[in-house]
């Protein structure tokens, strides 16, 4: 089955700094994914996705994410980081029914001044 | 903007109780999901309906039942509420189309005495 895992529980960044997160994927073929952000009580928002052609992909807020095939990998980035990204990030992929998403645990981001 | 819409952001309830959790969304939707999601567990799929009267299995089905007799509408029915059922719970709709994403209300907080 098709599943995601994002090493890292918590990460800690100082405003301005760059950042990375990581999520990867467990999928024979080309796989649909998802990377979204949660605030403190809030519901998940969509970030960026991915499904096929370029590589890199540019989302809201001045995050991308890069597809590595032969790492399977779907990894986050941001140049600079602002106190406001403080959020949880999960990271998806698109399950077998074709219908769910099967999201990873989590990354909670926090931003130091 | 399609909004996903749940009828209590916290809800407070006692064991043996029948508990119903609504959500709407106004996109027109074909496909509705109910998630739980727990501190280091992510988010875990409870049931999905691809249309109305339609409805499947997700991983954690047990101890609750959905309902979907209006495309806008889905709801997510604890028939005995226990404690181990505090959570929080988070409604999501989709097109049908597989690269299209998940869309999330705000979630309800869910504590069971």
């Known amino acids: 089955a098709q599943s995601v895992t994002q090493p890292d529980i918590h990460i800690t960044v100082s405003e301005g700094a760059s950042l990375e997160l990581r999520c990867n994927y467990s999928?024979?073929?080309?796989?649909?994914l998802f990377w979204y952000v949660q605030s403190p009580g809030q519901g998940l928002q969509l970030l960026l996705k991915y499904f096929s052609g370029d590589t890199l992909v540019q989302g809201i807020k001045g995050f991308e994410a890069e597809f590595k095939r032969s790492q399977s990998s779907f990894n986050l980035r941001k140049p600079s980081v602002h106190w406001s990204d403080a959020a949880e990030y999960f990271c998806a992929v698109r399950s077998n029914s074709g219908y769910a998403l099967n999201f990873g645990k989590g990354t909670s981001l926090l931003v130091t001044p | 903007d399609v909004k996903v819409t749940q009828s209590s952001r916290y809800l407070v309830k006692r064991t043996g109780e029948k508990v119903f959790l609504e959500c709407v969304q106004d996109m027109d939707h074909e496909n509705m999901f109910w998630y739980r999601q727990d501190p280091g567990l992510g988010l875990r799929l409870i049931y999905f309906?691809?249309?109305?009267?339609?409805?499947e299995k997700g991983d954690i089905p047990e101890g609750y039942s959905v309902s979907r007799e209006k495309k806008e509408r889905f709801s997510l029915i604890l028939e005995s509420a226990s404690t181990n059922q505090t959570s929080m719970y988070l409604c999501?709709?989709?097109?049908?189309?597989?690269?299209?994403?998940?869309?999330f209300g705000d979630g309800t907080r869910l504590s069971i005495l």
């Open positions: 999501a709709s989709s097109q049908s189309q597989l690269r299209q994403p998940q869309h």
């Open positions: 999928y024979g073929a080309t796989p649909y």
């Open positions: 309906s691809y249309d109305v009267k339609m409805k």
